[in-house]
């Protein structure tokens, strides 16, 4: 079989992984060499650390100064079930769900929590259910941005300031890169490894005046194990918001954290992380645009996601296989950008259409997207070769 000729520009971080994500430009282990190693986190510096990570998460999203912001265990997920088994089960619930992890809280909602008057609106990968179905007067979970899908809500124009319900929104690909009304967010989660490049197991939960009065009036069915639990005799743990975190966090996370934020607030804050997540999402834009090899998955342009892009393969000889020759085919294509060391980890999550799906968060740099651009084509025509051949 002749070989296709590689391209000569190679992207100098080949990491696209949509978490945990690409470092923050010019990141290198000397920029831990702060951290409070060593030292409690009760302890005056390790509190100090805490605190700082907390005001200065508050100040590149602009976060009101009546919410809290809290460092939670577990990463998004854990951040997110605090939520969900604290608050629910005051009204009904209306549960949206377009992917994977919005998937995953209907199944703790449903099945483990076993709340009976549940709604639940589903839409398929590639879509979003229609968000004017939903009723506020209940409490509303949901995803801002499907990481698995690619899939995005366009705005917060669909809730009402009016609402009778809360609204609990995981924005772990979301934050940092997409701009977040949380004048109609009462819950917002999300974890330090997605768009800020940060280290795994550590979320952050964000919570609103309105969903302080509910966690101190209504108290659960249900028992709270401790590492659950934001309330103590009816009040808010008001420590936990303040660096006191519920269990042992990594200081060196932490210091990593706060190096990311720092690097964000230098850069021009949210607006300019977000016009880099942009850049990149419109460098693949303009590729798919003038290819036929692939398309997005999600079906409508204001709903695609600027930090995890899914495409599929839209040529016909890919598209017409059948699931398992399609994820045949997506496996050997990530194999030869991975065996060049062009492009790690950019295959579509196992749940998804068989794909990929690129990471393009700030911390990403425009000309690697532009230079993996060409790789892509090159392993498109190479692995078609090579299913040409074996037909």
Not at 40 to 46: D, F, L, Q, T, Y
Not at 73 to 89: C, F, K, Q
Not at 145 to 165: E, H
Not at 237 to 262: H, Q, R, W
């Amino acid at each position: 079989m002749t070989s296709i000729t590689q391209p000569g520009l190679r992207p100098a971080n080949p990491n696209f992984s949509s978490g945990p994500c690409a470092k923050r430009p010019g990141w290198s282990p000397d920029a831990l060499k702060d951290a409070a190693l060593g030292r409690s986190h009760r302890a005056r510096i390790g509190k100090t650390k805490l605190e700082q990570a907390i005001n200065l998460t508050r100040d590149v999203l602009r976060v009101p100064a009546d919410y809290r912001i809290g460092i939670v265990p577990a990463s998004d997920t854990g951040a997110v079930e605090m939520a969900l088994w604290s608050l629910l089960g005051e009204r009904g619930v209306d549960m949206v769900a377009w992917e994977s992890f919005g998937e995953g809280w209907v199944t703790d909602v449903v099945k483990q929590l076993k709340l009976s008057d549940v709604r639940i609106l589903k839409a398929p990968y590639g879509e979003l259910p229609d968000l004017g179905a939903i009723d506020f007067d209940r409490d509303v979970v949901f995803t801002w941005n499907g990481t698995t899908s690619g899939v995005r809500v366009p705005n917060a124009d669909f809730i009402p300031a009016d609402r009778k319900g809360l609204t609990i929104c995981d924005a772990t690909s979301a934050a940092f890169a997409q701009e977040l009304d949380f004048t109609k967010l009462d819950v917002v989660t999300f974890s330090w490894q997605k768009a800020l490049g940060g280290e795994g197991a550590h979320g952050m939960l964000i919570l609103s005046p309105r969903a302080v009065e509910r966690l101190e009036t209504y108290k659960p069915a249900w028992p709270l194990p401790k590492i659950f639990r934001l309330t103590s005799n009816g009040k808010l743990i008001a420590g936990i918001f303040k660096g006191e975190t519920i269990n042992t966090p990594s200081m060196l996370c932490v210091e990593d954290y706060i190096d990311a934020l720092e690097w964000a607030k230098s850069i021009g804050g949210l607006d300019a992380l977000v016009a880099r997540a942009n850049a990149n999402t419109k460098a693949i834009s303009d590729w798919v645009a003038r290819t036929t090899a692939v398309e997005f998955l999600a079906t409508a342009e204001d709903t695609r996601s600027n930090t995890s892009v899914c495409i599929r393969f839209a040529d016909p000889a890919v598209a017409s296989l059948d699931d398992a020759g399609q994820q045949a085919f997506v496996k050997g294509f990530v194999a030869l950008l991975e065996a060049e060391k062009v492009a790690f980890d950019i295959a579509g999550y196992r749940d998804a259409p068989p794909g990929l799906r690129i990471w393009c968060g700030a911390t990403v740099e425009t000309a690697d997207v532009e230079a993996l651009l060409a790789w892509l084509d090159w392993a498109f025509a190479t692995q078609k070769a090579t299913l040409k051949a074996a037909a």
